[in-house]
């Protein structure tokens, strides 16, 4: 209904009692005549007020219905004002407008959080006061176990760590940007580099991103023990032909009692080079996956009495006994070459660690679809302590009667990542002074499987 309308009833009255002041000469009449316009414009503003006050609560309801997203209203009535209709069409396009902004918003703040959920990085934001008003799922991960939420927390009470504090409220405050390196203590210590910066100028707070160095240090210590060990064991072969080459030199030559033994200790002496390097060259091919393996059905059997051929001689000389005690139909999936140089290591070591007249048994079974092979010896045994780290490059339980014994420490080693390369494993079990039992397992073959099954 348009405004003009509403007014006409207030201009109405007033227009009559200008009629009837012309047309009457006495004051009692235009009294009347007033009365009566002013009844009529009373009863046309409380008419009007009351229009005008429908329209407007029904716009106040349709307005907080868009806001809560609601339904769009109803099209409009023939009742309704002109100018009221066009006062709503502007709340509805501003609404428009504020949604499409509110979901573009909305898609730019899911993009974000699903970038940063996804970055293997951990990531913390601050406000101006550094307590943490935002962080990544990946900081959980790298932070330890806690019940309670990161949001609303200090850095100190997050990660016990002065440095780390001090450097957010430096980014905070100053606009000052840190780096450095923690180490988290616990169940799992970690090692964490923390890059602390500064938001944009119009933005306070801060933001620290955490990079997760713990594997990378591993790496670099194993890499300085192995470069450490390996001059270690390399020093004393070359120490040892130096030395006499040298002795022989000076004269020794002519010696016809010291020179064949120099030439002697000489010759064992790059023998065992020789074995160091070989052994090296092996490990490095068998990690970095270069060592092509053809995995075939192997009889366990067969594969054990070459390895046993082998180390008899020195367990003879030893007064030792080694015992074969593997089924001929106990068949294996692996490298030939491989299994017979894993029972070779294991045998190895068992007659090098094990005393004068003991004795190395060898049994072979299958156990739960696996080939099963045990290397059980009556040697000097290992402590508990050593156990977990007894197949580590270099890892020796004695060191100085170890080398005496002419071991390179990688035997084990490459036991390890051979039965690694054909998806199988290796345990031992060991007492002081009792013994110790290498247990090797290796995938069952088929024809195996109904042999024994």
């Given at each position: 209904?348009?405004?003009?309308?509403?007014?006409?009833?207030?201009?109405?009255?007033?227009?009559?009692?200008?009629?009837?002041?012309?047309?009457?000469?006495?004051?009692?009449?235009?009294?009347?005549?007033?009365?009566?316009?002013?009844?009529?414009?009373?009863?046309?503003?409380?008419?009007?007020?009351?229009?005008?006050?429908?329209?407007?609560?029904?716009?106040?309801?349709?307005?907080?219905?868009r806001?809560?997203?609601?339904?769009?209203?109803?099209?409009?009535?023939?009742?309704?004002?002109?100018?009221?209709?066009?006062?709503?069409?502007?709340?509805?396009?501003?609404?428009a407008?504020?949604?499409?902004?509110?979901?573009?918003?909305?898609?730019?703040?899911?993009?974000?959080?699903?970038?940063?959920?996804?970055?293997?990085?951990?990531?913390?934001?601050?406000?101006?006061?550094?307590?943490?008003?935002?962080?990544?799922?990946?900081?959980?991960?790298?932070?330890?176990?806690?019940?309670?939420?990161?949001?609303?927390?200090?850095?100190?009470?997050?990660?016990?760590?002065?440095?780390?504090?001090?450097?957010v409220?430096?980014a905070?405050?100053?606009?000052?940007?840190s780096?450095?390196?923690?180490?988290?203590?616990?169940?799992?210590?970690?090692?964490?580099?923390?890059?602390?910066?500064?938001?944009?100028?119009?933005?306070?707070?801060?933001?620290?991103?955490?990079?997760?160095?713990?594997?990378?240090?591993?790496?670099?210590?194993?890499?300085?023990?192995?470069?450490?060990?390996?001059?270690?064991?390399?020093?004393?072969?070359?120490?040892?032909?130096?030395?006499?080459a040298?002795?022989?030199?000076?004269?020794?030559?002519?010696?016809?009692?010291?020179?064949?033994?120099?030439?002697?200790?000489?010759?064992?002496?790059?023998?065992?080079?020789?074995?160091?390097?070989?052994?090296?060259?092996?490990?490095?091919?068998?990690?970095?996956?270069?060592?092509?393996?053809?995995l075939?059905q192997?009889?366990?059997?067969?594969?054990?009495a070459?390895?046993a051929?082998?180390?008899?001689?020195?367990?003879?000389?030893?007064?030792q006994?080694?015992?074969?005690?593997?089924?001929?139909?106990?068949?294996?999936?692996?490298?030939?070459?491989?299994?017979?140089?894993?029972?070779?290591?294991?045998?190895?070591?068992?007659?090098?660690?094990?005393?004068?007249?003991?004795?190395?048994?060898?049994?072979?079974?299958?156990?739960?679809?696996?080939?099963?092979?045990?290397?059980?010896?009556?040697?000097?045994?290992?402590?508990?302590?050593?156990?977990?780290r007894?197949f580590?490059?270099?890892?020796?339980?004695?060191?100085?009667?170890?080398?005496?014994?002419?071991?390179?420490?990688?035997?084990?080693?490459?036991?390890?990542?051979?039965?690694?390369?054909m998806?199988?494993?290796?345990?031992?079990?060991?007492?002081?002074?009792?013994?110790?039992?290498?247990?090797?397992?290796?995938?069952?073959?088929?024809?195996?499987?109904?042999?024994?099954?």
């Amino acid at each position: 209904m348009p405004l003009r309308a509403t007014l006409l009833p207030l201009l109405l009255p007033p227009l009559v009692v200008a009629v009837l002041v012309a047309l009457l000469d006495g004051p009692k009449e235009v009294v009347a005549a007033a009365l009566v316009a002013l009844a009529g414009s009373l009863m046309s503003l409380g008419l009007s007020r009351g229009t005008l006050q429908r329209h407007l609560d029904l716009l106040a309801r349709h307005t907080r219905d868009r806001a809560e997203g609601s339904p769009a209203p109803a099209p409009a009535t023939p009742e309704r004002l002109e100018e009221m209709a066009g006062l709503e069409g502007a709340i509805d396009s501003l609404h428009a407008q504020m949604s499409a902004r509110t979901a573009q918003l909305t898609q730019e703040a899911r993009t974000l959080t699903a970038v940063l959920d996804g970055m293997a990085e951990g990531i913390w934001v601050t406000d101006a006061e550094g307590t943490v008003v935002r962080h990544n799922d990946a900081l959980r991960g790298l932070l330890p176990a806690t019940g309670s939420p990161l949001i609303g927390q200090r850095p100190l009470a997050v990660i016990r760590n002065e440095a780390l504090h001090d450097a957010v409220l430096r980014a905070c405050r100053d606009g000052a940007s840190s780096h450095l390196e923690l180490t988290l203590e616990g169940l799992f210590p970690r090692t964490l580099s923390v890059r602390v910066t500064p938001l944009a100028k119009d933005l306070p707070g801060s933001a620290a991103v955490f990079h997760d160095l713990t594997e990378l240090r591993r790496l670099e210590k194993v890499r300085k023990d192995f470069v450490a060990n390996v001059s270690h064991e390399l020093r004393t072969p070359i120490t040892a032909i130096r030395g006499y080459a040298e002795t022989l030199q000076g004269g020794a030559l002519n010696d016809p009692v010291m020179a064949p033994k120099m030439v002697d200790i000489i010759h064992r002496q790059s023998e065992r080079l020789s074995e160091l390097v070989e052994d090296l060259l092996e490990l490095s091919r068998l990690e970095a996956r270069e060592v092509s393996l053809k995995l075939t059905q192997v009889p366990l059997a067969d594969a054990a009495a070459r390895a046993a051929d082998t180390v008899r001689p020195k367990a003879e000389g030893k007064g030792q006994v080694v015992s074969l005690h593997v089924p001929q139909d106990l068949l294996a999936v692996g490298d030939t070459r491989a299994v017979e140089q894993v029972l070779l290591n294991l045998l190895d070591n068992a007659v090098k660690y094990t005393p004068p007249g003991g004795r190395v048994d060898v049994y072979g079974t299958y156990e739960s679809g696996r080939c099963v092979v045990r290397v059980k010896d009556t040697g000097l045994g290992i402590e508990s302590k050593h156990l977990s780290r007894i197949f580590e490059r270099f890892y020796r339980v004695d060191k100085g009667r170890s080398r005496d014994m002419g071991g390179t420490g990688l035997g084990l080693s490459i036991v390890k990542h051979l039965l690694q390369a054909m998806d199988g494993e290796v345990k031992v079990e060991s007492q002081p002074n009792e013994g110790s039992t290498f247990t090797i397992f290796l995938p069952q073959a088929a024809s195996s499987s109904a042999a024994t099954g």
